[in-house]
């Protein structure tokens, strides 16, 4: 599953990897929680005039999808999480999954990995070196009985791949660059004609950096949730032994 990611890059940075150019600047967000707006790649049908680049808008939207059928979404679970293997069949997303498929820009990923009946220890999963992932999303807009309208959204997961699945069962979908097209043509690629996009993404895509338990409250939002343990660690020393130097004076 995918219930806690990042996305630290710069506007232009996320601009350059999705070839769009229709969002203003914002802030990096390292502890990204269920309920809080994210963004998302969609196809916008034709190209901005003048310009070379893919027709493709961002929008921000809800994590967490809700049908467009609901009467009362709080009595549905929070769908943030879609399993790619029977979206096209489930009535929360098959609409989504035939038209609407999005891209949803990430720096990385949040899991947890047990450890017998101890806490589980959280790990950082990033492309190795850094820089952008693109996950597999899909978007619903909800209207409620006052006319009032909400974009939401859910991340797909997959199979865990063979160096991942020590950690968890299940992992973002991947969409790699040269595959965003087909993602996102909903007029003529139907869901069965993009299964194949949703496979385990290749090993060695992805490192997993283990860090503090820090990031399981939403509360962090600061860049030393993504510190490794050995680094967190070093900084919590670091930071005592400044306190005790100015208790001093």
Not at 34 to 58: C, F
Not at 178 to 193: A, G
Request: charged letters at 25%; proline letters at 9%; a neutral charge.
């Amino acid at each position: 599953m995918c219930g806690r990611f990042t996305l630290t890059a710069g506007p232009e940075e996320v601009e350059d990897f999705f070839e769009t150019h229709d969002f203003a600047p914002f802030p990096p967000r390292y502890n990204i929680p269920p309920t809080e707006p994210i963004l998302a790649i969609t196809s916008a049908g034709q190209r901005p005039p003048g310009s070379n680049l893919p027709a493709r808008r961002s929008m921000l939207v809800r994590w967490g999808l809700i049908p467009a059928w609901a009467k009362n979404p709080k009595e549905l679970p929070l769908l943030i999480n879609a399993r790619a293997e029977t979206a096209a069949e489930k009535a929360a997303f098959k609409a989504a999954m035939r038209h609407r498929r999005v891209l949803i820009p990430a720096s990385g990923f949040y899991e947890w990995k047990r450890r017998g009946t101890g806490r589980p220890q959280p790990y950082f999963v990033r492309p190795k070196g850094g820089g952008l992932v693109a996950f597999a999303g899909l978007i619903e807009t909800y209207a409620d009985a006052n006319g009032s309208e909400i974009d939401t959204g859910a991340i797909l997961t997959t199979a865990a791949n063979a160096e991942f699945v020590s950690i968890h069962a299940r992992m973002p979908a991947v969409i790699e660059p040269r595959d965003f097209e087909r993602w996102l043509d909903c007029r003529s690629q139907e869901p069965r004609d993009v299964a194949d996009l949703l496979l385990p993404v290749r090993q060695g895509f992805f490192e997993a950096i283990p860090v503090s338990d820090k990031v399981n409250a939403v509360a962090n939002t600061g860049p030393d949730v993504q510190l490794s343990v050995e680094l967190a660690e070093k900084a919590d020393r670091a930071g005592a032994a400044a306190d005790r130097q100015l208790s001093l004076f």
